[in-house]
């Protein structure tokens, strides 16, 4: 039996992998957040109205 496969012979899902290893899902955590509040945080500045200059 190789580490990366279970005993009935068949390969391990992608997503196995990740749930499998605590510093990928710190990592990918981390990297979604990053983009869910940039890309949040862009939207916010571009849909701002022109300020009234005096």
């Known amino acids: 039996m190789t580490p990366g496969q279970p005993q009935g012979g068949e390969p391990v ?3 196995q ?3 499998d290893s605590p ?3 710190l990592v990918a955590g981390v ?5 869910f509040f940039t890309g949040w945080g862009l939207y916010e500045i571009l849909s701002l ?6």
């Open 31 to 35: 990297a979604i957040m990053f983009i």
């Open 13 to 15: 899902p992608l997503l």
């Open 23 to 25: 510093f990928l899902l």
């Open 49 to 54: 109205p022109p300020a009234p200059l005096p």
């Open 17 to 19: 992998h990740l749930y």
